[in-house]
């Protein structure tokens, strides 16, 4: 089991490039989600999905688009990155439920020139 | 709405001694508690959970937390830390029913000193 794996690791982009996130989860968990972690902010969550071919807005969706055509990936784009976009990036899954606990991935290093 | 507070941002102290981390929620329904622990350069794990019952529950590597519905708080605590327990530690609440969102802590660092 390789649990929850996110793709790249690392990555710089100049302002208004854009680039997509890859998360992967084998553990056939219904939710997924995105979050940033930056500084004495904790974990904020950008978008959602409570199930193959569904997504929703999180606390902080402004920039970020998100997909989940097949129910083991998700993927988070940026279309035209900013450099208040510069932070860690995480994906989560879990099964359906709130009594569930989330997995997370190993994150991803995003900075924005 | 609910909200997680973690007081401290930063806890150092020295091996062997004990810790106490603190999270105070606010709620105004039923809520399932979380305490996540994140080593450097990686992602969250959890370390335990508090769903119903016992209000004291228990982690393998020895941390211990109590809900106080009273006093809307999960403080988490050990005995006797060890170096391999520096890590950031968040506090994460989630309300019952359908899917409800999970709001963190601003997380603690916990800096254990050899």
């Known amino acids: 089991n390789a649990g929850v794996t996110q793709t790249p690791k690392f990555r710089v982009l100049k302002t208004g490039q854009s680039m997509t996130l890859l998360c992967a989860q084998d553990?056939?968990?219904?939710?997924m989600y995105w979050y940033r972690q930056d500084p004495g902010m904790g974990l904020r969550l950008i978008h959602y999905?409570?199930?193959?071919?569904?997504?929703a807005k999180g606390e902080v969706p402004d920039g970020y688009n998100v997909s989940r055509l097949k129910k083991q990936n998700f993927l988070l784009g940026l279309e035209s990155a900013a450099p208040s976009q510069t932070s860690v990036y995480f994906c989560?899954?879990?099964?359906?439920?709130?009594?569930?606990?989330?997995?997370f991935g190993p994150g991803t290093r995003l900075t924005v020139t | 709405a609910q909200s997680v507070t973690q007081l401290d941002s930063q806890v150092p102290v020295f091996e062997e001694a004990p810790v106490e981390l603190r999270c105070n929620y606010s709620s105004s329904v039923s809520v399932y508690l979380f305490w996540y622990v994140q080593y450097p350069n990686q992602g969250l794990q959890l370390l335990l959970k508090y769903l119903s019952g016992s209000t004291l529950v228990e982690s393998i590597n020895g941390f211990e937390a109590e809900f106080n519905k009273s006093q809307t708080s999960f403080h988490l605590r050990k005995p006797s830390v060890h170096i391999s327990d520096t890590a950031e530690y968040f506090c994460?609440?989630?309300?019952?029913?359908?899917?409800?969102?999970?709001?963190f802590g601003t997380g603690t660092k916990l800096q254990v000193i050899p």
């Open positions: 989560a899954s879990s099964f359906q439920g709130a009594r569930r606990e989330q997995y």
């Open positions: 553990m056939n968990h219904e939710y």
């Open positions: 994460a609440v989630r309300r019952s029913g359908g899917y409800q969102k999970v709001t």
């Open positions: 999905s409570v199930g193959e071919g569904t997504t």
